[in-house]
């Protein structure tokens, strides 16, 4: 059956050229016709009743193969009138019944047929196709961007990203075709002109000076057989004229033509109340007939007083309620207050003109993209943050969204409502407003939507409000993830962990550790951006070190030991690592200034000395990362800890290894040695101090 599948197409082609050139017999001709006609309503019905004109990509092709299939017929016909002046019973009939053997009427009925498959459906459709073929293309890189910036929100993944690109790819190739393939509608409907003027006036020429028939014989019997003809073509190329329209004009949706019609025109009331009373007015006008229009006013009435007009929303607004159907709470009561009272970890809170980021009726999906945010972030950090509440807050500042941490304001930004943010060098000539991209501090400015396309040809890289907010919040969770991680967090985690290896669980909690020290632990690794994914090694090696001491700075030192070259991955390049480390006497000096505190290790040393680490940490770093180095700091692992105490407050994103954490890089390339000696102050330091 497949194999037939295959040879059904190319064998038809074959055999529509072969009608070209060979004669068909009468009772062949009529089963074609019949196919014809009854194959051009099958498609326009097709066409109706897709969701999407990707649905039915295969049209132009069909376009063309019908269109070849009729001309094949045309010729055919012709050849049968013009040799034996019948061309079967179905054009004949056309010819006479459908007419009343007329050839004024018939070829009245034919120009009509031309006029309105030429004049308006095919130029309309022909026009459609080609502006959507234009803006399909234009575009592309606008809908790529976005399949990307969703892709990195975590929104879609890897296969969703790839069909989405597909599918952007196959609708730019269906546009350009049916621009294409509406051609053939419009030199299809030509050709139907000229092949029923050269029927006419060759029949006629034949009937009168080659048969020697009377004038009205020659008529009857070639004329009206070629405008029987013109017809019996122009029905099905009609019909696709039609289809081809419905395609192009098809909007995307998840019903089919006829339930989108419906639903939309008989949504509102309004518009049928007055269209009845409009048409129950025109009773008043002497002369007319009244029962048409009462019946027709009377129906459109009665459908606008069956009509509900409550939105989804308000449905489930007036359904609301406690959870066994009764009535809510009172709003003062005691459980309504105490959920008021309490602060929600993470919370998002909006201006009021950017509600539409939210209101997924106008295409808003930032709620979407944040709970897809929380799958990304647990599958990168490896902890289950807490929900995050999104809410209106009327005191922010027009086009303002902010970001709180147990209700504490730790970030702030800017998304004007139609706007897009270009990122880049050259953002000069276009208009908008110029401001900084929130996570790295690129020069960036928000400009207009519409001039997107325009960005993005200067070069610049174009990004939605909703994803410049969710890159936002990303960075804000990474950054205070130690802070997100709470007990009931800890107590689920190792819930997951003791399903596979209890074991684990049963030796380290409570014996050795409890919640309490395990959270410090993973608070400690989560603060220096080291990912808890692998809890199975990182409890394995807890309990080990909880044996001998429960130091926490010694705990996290001794997972992040079991975790090994994963701490040092992210900043390999080609398998080598940019390191910056400390002179050898500049490190004896260190060991010697070591101390304890309640805090944990610190370094006793002179500020001054301090600060001119500060100042050549800084200074290599900035040189590394300009050669597209990503530098880490190294150095002895007693010290670690301590050197990252005192590097943290004004070099936040140094990250500091030991020299056992490094052995997973194949090479250690160094960008920097730290001696101690007075050196530039950098102007970010110069501010701090």
Same mark, same amino acid.
């Given at each position: 059956?497949?194999?037939?599948?295959?040879?059904?197409?190319?064998?038809?082609?074959?055999?529509?050229?072969?009608?070209?050139?060979?004669?068909?017999?009468?009772?062949?001709?009529?089963?074609?016709?019949?196919?014809?006609?009854?194959?051009?309503?099958?498609?326009?019905?097709?066409?109706?009743?897709?969701?999407?004109?990707?649905?039915?990509?295969?049209?132009?092709?069909?376009?063309?193969?019908?269109?070849?299939?009729?001309?094949?017929?045309?010729?055919?016909?012709?050849?049968?009138?013009?040799?034996? #002046?019948? /061309?079967?019973?179905? @054009?004949?009939?056309?010819?006479?019944?459908? $007419? %009343? *053997?007329?050839? !004024?009427?018939? =070829?009245?009925?034919?120009?009509?047929?031309?006029?309105?498959?030429?004049?308006?459906?095919?130029?309309?459709?022909?026009?459609?196709?080609?502006?959507?073929?234009?803006?399909?293309?234009?575009?592309?890189?606008?809908?790529?961007?976005?399949?990307?910036?969703?892709?990195?929100?975590?929104?879609?993944?890897?296969?969703?990203?790839?069909?989405?690109?597909?599918?952007?790819?196959?609708?730019?190739?269906?546009?350009?075709?049916?621009?294409?393939?509406?051609?053939?509608?419009? #030199?299809? /409907?030509?050709?139907? @002109?000229?092949?029923?003027?050269?029927?006419? $006036? %060759? *029949?006629?020429? !034949?009937?009168? =000076?080659?048969?020697?028939?009377?004038?009205?014989?020659?008529?009857?019997?070639?004329?009206?057989?070629?405008?029987?003809?013109?017809?019996?073509?122009?029905?099905?190329?009609?019909?696709?004229?039609?289809?081809?329209?419905?395609?192009?004009?098809?909007?995307?949706?998840?019903?089919?033509?006829?339930?989108?019609?419906?639903?939309?025109?008989?949504?509102?009331?309004?518009?049928?109340?007055?269209?009845?009373?409009?048409?129950?007015?025109?009773?008043?006008?002497?002369?007319?007939?009244?029962?048409?229009?009462?019946?027709?006013?009377?129906?459109?009435?009665?459908?606008?007083?069956?009509?509900?007009?409550?939105?989804?929303?308000?449905?489930?607004?007036?359904?609301?309620?406690?959870?066994?159907?009764?009535?809510?709470?009172?709003?003062?009561?005691?459980?309504?207050?105490?959920?008021?009272?309490?602060?929600?970890?993470?919370?998002?809170?909006?201006?009021?003109?950017?509600?539409?980021?939210?209101?997924?009726?106008?295409?808003?999906?930032?709620?979407?993209?944040?709970?897809?945010?929380?799958?990304?972030?647990?599958?990168?950090?490896?902890?289950?943050?807490?929900?995050?509440?999104?809410?209106?807050?009327?005191?922010?500042?027009?086009?303002?969204?902010?970001?709180?941490?147990?209700?504490?304001?730790?970030?702030?930004?800017?998304?004007?409502?139609?706007?897009?943010?270009?990122?880049?060098?050259?953002?000069?000539?276009?208009?908008?407003?110029?401001?900084?991209?929130?996570?790295?501090?690129?020069?960036?400015?928000?400009?207009?939507?519409?001039?997107?396309?325009?960005?993005?040809?200067?070069?610049?890289?174009?990004?939605?409000?909703?994803?410049?907010?969710?890159?936002?919040?990303?960075?804000?969770?990474?950054?205070?993830?130690?802070?997100?991680?709470?007990?009931?967090?800890?107590?689920?985690?190792?819930?997951?962990?003791?399903?596979?290896?209890?074991?684990?669980?049963?030796?380290?909690?409570?014996?050795?550790?409890?919640?309490?020290?395990?959270?410090?632990?993973?608070?400690?690794?989560?603060?220096?951006?080291?990912?808890?994914?692998?809890?199975?090694?990182?409890?394995?090696?807890?309990?080990?070190?909880?044996?001998?001491?429960?130091?926490?700075?010694?705990?996290?030192?001794?997972?992040?030991?079991?975790?090994?070259?994963?701490?040092?991955?992210?900043?390999?390049?080609?398998?080598?690592?940019?390191?910056?480390?400390?002179?050898?006497?500049?490190?004896?000096?260190?060991?010697?200034?070591?101390?304890?505190?309640?805090?944990?290790?610190?370094?006793?040393?002179?500020?001054?000395?301090?600060?001119?680490?500060?100042?050549?940490?800084?200074?290599?770093?900035?040189?590394?990362?300009?050669?597209?180095?990503?530098?880490?700091?190294?150095?002895?692992?007693?010290?670690?800890?301590?050197?990252?105490?005192?590097?943290?407050?004004?070099?936040?994103?140094?990250?500091?290894?030991?020299?056992?954490?490094?052995?997973?890089?194949?090479?250690?390339?160094?960008?920097?040695?730290?001696?101690?000696?007075?050196?530039?102050?950098?102007?970010?330091?110069?501010?701090?101090?």
């Amino acid at each position: 059956m497949k194999q037939l599948t295959k040879l059904g197409v190319p064998v038809g082609i074959v055999l529509i050229v072969i009608m070209l050139v060979v004669p068909l017999p009468a009772f062949m001709l009529d089963m074609l016709i019949a196919f014809n006609i009854a194959g051009a309503l099958l498609i326009l019905l097709t066409a109706m009743f897709v969701e999407k004109p990707l649905d039915f990509a295969a049209f132009p092709s069909i376009l063309l193969v019908m269109t070849l299939f009729r001309l094949a017929l045309n010729v055919s016909a012709t050849r049968l009138v013009l040799l034996h #002046g019948f /061309a079967g019973k179905v @054009i004949g009939t056309f010819g006479h019944f459908v $007419v %009343g *053997g007329s050839l !004024i009427v018939g =070829l009245i009925v034919f120009v009509i047929l031309l006029i309105i498959q030429f004049m308006v459906i095919t130029n309309g459709a022909g026009r459609v196709a080609e502006v959507g073929a234009r803006f399909t293309l234009d575009a592309m890189p606008g809908k790529q961007m976005a399949i990307d910036a969703d892709l990195n929100s975590g929104l879609i993944d890897e296969d969703q990203a790839r069909k989405r690109r597909e599918e952007v790819h196959a609708e730019a190739d269906f546009y350009g075709a049916m621009d294409g393939a509406s051609k053939f509608v419009k #030199g299809d /409907a030509v050709a139907a @002109i000229f092949i029923t003027v050269v029927n006419l $006036v %060759g *029949g006629f020429g !034949i009937g009168v =000076l080659q048969s020697h028939m009377p004038i009205s014989e020659a008529i009857n019997t070639y004329s009206l057989l070629s405008v029987g003809d013109g017809l019996v073509s122009q029905i099905p190329a009609l019909l696709l004229s039609v289809a081809t329209g419905l395609i192009v004009t098809r909007s995307v949706s998840d019903e089919d033509m006829g339930s989108d019609i419906l639903s939309q025109i008989g949504k509102r009331k309004a518009p049928l109340r007055i269209a009845g009373f409009a048409a129950l007015s025109l009773c008043l006008i002497p002369g007319l007939p009244k029962l048409p229009f009462l019946l027709v006013g009377g129906l459109m009435l009665v459908f606008a007083s069956r009509i509900d007009e409550s939105t989804p929303a308000e449905i489930a607004l007036a359904g609301a309620g406690t959870p066994d159907g009764g009535p809510a709470a009172p709003s003062d009561s005691p459980e309504s207050l105490a959920s008021e009272i309490l602060v929600d970890p993470l919370g998002l809170e909006l201006s009021a003109d950017i509600i539409d980021l939210v209101d997924a009726t106008t295409g808003g999906d930032l709620l979407d993209r944040v709970k897809a945010l929380r799958r990304k972030i647990a599958g990168e950090l490896g902890i289950v943050i807490p929900p995050v509440r999104t809410r209106d807050n009327l005191e922010l500042p027009n086009s303002t969204y902010a970001i709180t941490l147990f209700g504490v304001e730790v970030a702030r930004g800017a998304a004007p409502r139609d706007t897009v943010l270009a990122i880049g060098d050259m953002l000069n000539s276009l208009p908008g407003t110029a401001t900084r991209e929130p996570v790295f501090g690129l020069d960036a400015k928000w400009i207009p939507a519409e001039m997107r396309h325009q960005a993005e040809i200067s070069g610049a890289t174009v990004v939605d409000r909703a994803s410049v907010i969710t890159t936002h919040l990303s960075e804000v969770v990474t950054k205070h993830a130690g802070r997100l991680l709470g007990r009931e967090d800890v107590r689920l985690l190792t819930d997951v962990v003791r399903r596979t290896h209890p074991v684990v669980i049963e030796e380290l909690t409570p014996v050795q550790l409890s919640l309490g020290e395990i959270q410090r632990v993973l608070r400690g690794l989560l603060d220096e951006g080291v990912a808890v994914r692998d809890l199975v090694r990182i409890f394995e090696a807890l309990s080990l070190r909880a044996a001998v001491s429960k130091d926490v700075d010694g705990l996290v030192e001794s997972a992040r030991m079991a975790l090994g070259p994963a701490l040092v991955a992210p900043y390999l390049s080609d398998g080598a690592v940019s390191a910056i480390s400390f002179d050898p006497v500049l490190e004896q000096n260190m060991f010697e200034s070591l101390r304890s505190s309640d805090a944990g290790a610190v370094l006793a040393i002179d500020p001054e000395l301090g600060q001119n680490i500060l100042i050549a940490l800084s200074n290599f770093a900035t040189a590394a990362e300009n050669t597209g180095a990503r530098p880490v700091l190294v150095c002895a692992p007693q010290l670690r800890f301590a050197v990252r105490r005192l590097v943290e407050p004004a070099l936040e994103r140094m990250p500091v290894l030991s020299y056992s954490e490094i052995t997973g890089a194949t090479s250690v390339r160094s960008v920097g040695i730290v001696t101690g000696e007075r050196a530039e102050m950098p102007a970010s330091l110069a501010v701090m101090a």
